[in-house]
């Protein structure tokens, strides 16, 4: 594991990694436990780390020898770390989804998943069968007394914070209809007006595309209110995985695709193998004025974005009369098609991130873009106190090599003024995950002093690691072996303790 501060792009080229090391993490989670400690191998924990680490992701990847035709099609697991007093426990739980149970009970998959996972008996089984599958797989966060798993094209499921029982699905006091599609993508207002807020979305599509922005209270006894709702409409097929927030803006990139829904109907592909990018296609910026802005009450700005498609963004800002957001683009959407393994794929063949810039004037409804670094990245974060506001600096996960795509083995810290950054790798036998970012305080003068928590996948022991580096230079204060393998996974949050 090294650390290297570089502020140039130049190549490695010795293989970083062998293919069967990232595959061997593609595994069922066999356990869930209850308060099980992670053993320290390296350093110390920090005893001011205090909370609990909540991450998702598929857990389930195999039933009856059959394995899910792409991981994002494994049924949600949530692990609950908890740091306290310089211990580290972890307690593990699927989240009980009425089609998780139905399929424990037949040991074997009952439904499609969107991205190409069959039922057994080919293409006639799976024809016509159109029900969705909530698997409550991509993200988890807390709001109030309830716990979230989110899955975008369906209602939350709400799970209780400690013990991560399931309790059902949520419809937030009210504010969702049953199954309303719900974002897996909450971006947290850290408080531009004064108060905490979450704002997220939902989103209908079709030839044309309903999007739904709420916003709920989250902090005080309000918490989970719904403070603000408004629906609009707009042309074309939209895929918004991810938005991002200004004090002003709720920000949209509609990817210019297409959706051929045929093979999907014919059992022949899921949805989500039937998005193609749409040919001479034109991608665009929605800008959703906020309630609490100065726009407020006013019609969307749709404006012409750069080409290339989008997962997720990293940040936006505002300055004077524009809007900066900055976001991972992908030359072309990322499909495995139908008679390919995912565990066998070939990184090369594959489009890989790249973190740009993209500069909104809401005067002449224009925009620009700019590459801020080439090397592959996923998973970027900001300290989540600067969310919609300008920040210094970003931590992301990258692939080793600095040019050119493949898996995940390193955290970056980028200073995004000086054009700086530092790295940390785990290549060549470990590959890393979602990185976030704890703030040792909050409003502090600095805005890099904290923590970055990662979990590892360790090919060489095909185990899952703890890593906590310093997030300031990223060496490493400790290194904790999980009790459990857990798969390549989706996202997370943190939790602060202030008991
Ligand atoms: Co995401």
Same mark, same amino acid.
């Given at each position: 594991m090294?650390?290297?501060?570089?502020?140039n792009?130049?190549k490695?080229?010795i293989p970083?990694?062998?293919?069967?090391?990232?595959?061997s993490?593609? *595994?069922?989670?066999?356990?869930?436990?209850? $308060?099980?400690?992670?053993?320290?191998i390296?350093g110390?924990?920090?005893?001011?780390?205090k909370?609990?680490f909540? =991450?998702?992701?598929?857990?389930?990847?195999?039933?009856?020898?059959?394995?899910?035709?792409?991981?994002?099609?494994?049924?949600g697991m949530?692990a @609950? /770390? +908890?740091?306290?007093? %310089?211990?580290?426990?972890?307690?593990?739980?699927?989240?009980?989804?009425?089609?998780?149970?139905?399929?424990e009970?037949?040991?074997?998959?009952?439904?499609?998943?969107?991205?190409?996972?069959?039922?057994?008996?080919?293409?006639?089984?799976?024809?016509?069968?159109?029900?969705? +599958?909530?698997?409550? !797989?991509?993200?988890?966060?807390?709001?109030?007394?309830e716990?979230l798993?989110?899955?975008?094209a369906?209602s939350?499921?709400?799970?209780?914070?400690t013990?991560?029982e399931?309790?059902?699905i949520?419809?937030? !006091?009210?504010?969702l209809?049953?199954g309303?599609?719900?974002?897996a993508?909450p971006?947290? $207002?850290? %408080?531009?007006y004064?108060?905490?807020?979450m704002?997220?979305?939902?989103? +209908?599509?079709?030839?044309?595309s309903?999007? =739904?922005?709420?916003e709920?209270?989250?902090?005080?006894?309000?918490?989970?209110?719904l403070?603000?709702?408004r629906? $609009?409409?707009?042309?074309?097929f939209?895929?918004?995985?991810?938005f991002a /927030?200004? #004090?002003?803006?709720?920000?949209?990139?509609?990817?210019?695709?297409?959706?051929?829904p045929?093979?999907f109907?014919?059992?022949?592909k899921?949805?989500?193998? *039937?998005?193609k &990018?749409?040919?001479?296609?034109?991608?665009?910026?929605?800008l959703?004025?906020?309630d609490?802005?100065?726009?407020?009450?006013? @019609?969307?700005?749709?404006?012409?974005?750069?080409?290339?498609?989008?997962?997720?963004?990293?940040n936006?800002w505002?300055?004077s009369?524009?809007?900066?957001?900055? &976001?991972?683009?992908?030359q072309?959407?990322?499909s495995?098609?139908?008679d390919?393994?995912?565990?066998?794929?070939n990184?090369?063949?594959l489009?890989?991130?790249?973190?740009? =810039?993209? *500069?909104?004037?809401?005067?002449s409804?224009?925009?620009?873009?700019?590459?801020?670094?080439?090397?592959? *990245?996923?998973f970027?974060?900001?300290n #989540?106190?600067?969310?919609?506001?300008? @920040?210094?600096y970003?931590?992301?996960?990258?692939s080793?090599?600095?040019? %050119?795509?493949?898996?995940l083995?390193? /955290?970056?810290?980028?200073?995004?003024?000086?054009?700086t950054?530092?790295?940390?790798?785990?290549?060549?036998?470990?590959?890393? &995950?979602? #990185?976030?970012?704890i703030?040792?305080?909050?409003?502090?003068?600095?805005?890099?002093?904290?923590?970055?928590?990662?979990?590892i996948?360790?090919?060489?022991?095909?185990?899952? !690691?703890?890593?906590?580096?310093?997030s300031?230079?990223?060496?490493?204060?400790?290194?904790?072996?999980?009790? /459990?393998?857990?798969?390549? %996974?989706?996202?997370?949050?943190?939790v602060?303790?202030?008991?």
């Open positions: 090294t650390v290297t501060e570089t502020t792009t130049s490695r080229s970083s990694f062998n293919r069967e090391d990232w595959a993490a593609y *595994c069922n989670v066999e356990k869930e436990l209850k $308060d099980i400690p992670l053993k320290i390296k110390q924990v920090p005893k001011d780390l909370g609990t909540y =991450r998702n992701g598929p857990g389930r990847l195999e039933r009856g020898g059959r394995w899910v035709h792409h991981p994002f099609d494994g049924d949530i @609950a /770390i +908890k740091f306290k007093n %310089g211990n580290v426990k972890i307690t593990n739980k699927y989240v009980r989804t009425e089609g998780w149970i139905a399929e009970k037949a040991k074997k998959f009952l439904y499609r998943g969107v991205f190409g996972t069959q039922k057994p008996g080919g293409a006639i089984a799976n024809a016509f069968d159109i029900r969705l +599958k909530n698997i409550a !797989n991509t993200h988890v966060v807390k709001l109030g007394n716990l798993a989110l899955w975008e369906s939350p499921y709400a799970l209780e914070p013990t991560l399931t309790i059902g949520s419809n937030l !006091n009210g504010a209809k049953p309303e599609a719900f974002s993508h971006r947290f $207002d850290p %408080g531009h004064g108060q905490k807020r704002v997220t979305f939902g989103v +209908k599509t079709g030839p044309k309903t999007l =739904r922005l709420m709920f209270s989250a902090e005080g006894n309000h918490t989970g209110k403070l603000s709702d629906k $609009d409409q707009f042309n074309g939209a895929f918004l995985h991810d /927030i200004t #004090p002003n803006w709720a920000i949209f990139m509609q990817n210019a695709i297409n959706f051929n045929i093979p109907l014919l059992g022949q899921g949805a989500g193998q *039937c998005l &990018s749409k040919k001479g296609g034109q991608a665009k910026f929605w959703i004025p906020r609490s802005g100065c726009y407020a009450g006013e @019609a969307p700005r749709i404006i012409n974005a750069p080409d290339g498609f989008v997962f997720h963004h990293l936006a505002e300055e009369k524009k809007v900066t957001i900055e &976001s991972i683009f992908y072309d959407f990322p495995i098609e139908p390919e393994d995912f565990r066998q794929i990184f090369e063949l489009p890989e991130g790249i973190l740009k =810039r993209s *500069c909104i004037d809401i005067e409804n224009t925009s620009s873009v700019k590459i801020i670094s080439n090397q592959c *990245c996923e970027a974060t900001v #989540p106190d600067y969310e919609g506001i300008k @920040a210094k970003a931590w992301m996960a990258v080793d090599k600095k040019e %050119g795509n493949g898996p083995q390193a /955290i970056k810290k980028i200073d995004l003024i000086n054009n950054e530092c790295i940390w790798s785990t290549a060549p036998r470990g590959f890393v &995950s979602e #990185p976030l970012f703030a040792k305080k909050h409003n502090s003068a600095s805005e890099d002093q904290g923590w970055i928590i990662v979990l996948w360790d090919g060489k022991r095909k185990g899952t !690691n703890l890593i906590i580096l310093n300031e230079n990223l060496t490493e204060e400790a290194i904790l072996e999980l009790p /459990i393998k857990i798969p390549h %996974g989706l996202h997370g949050s943190w602060e303790d202030i008991s």
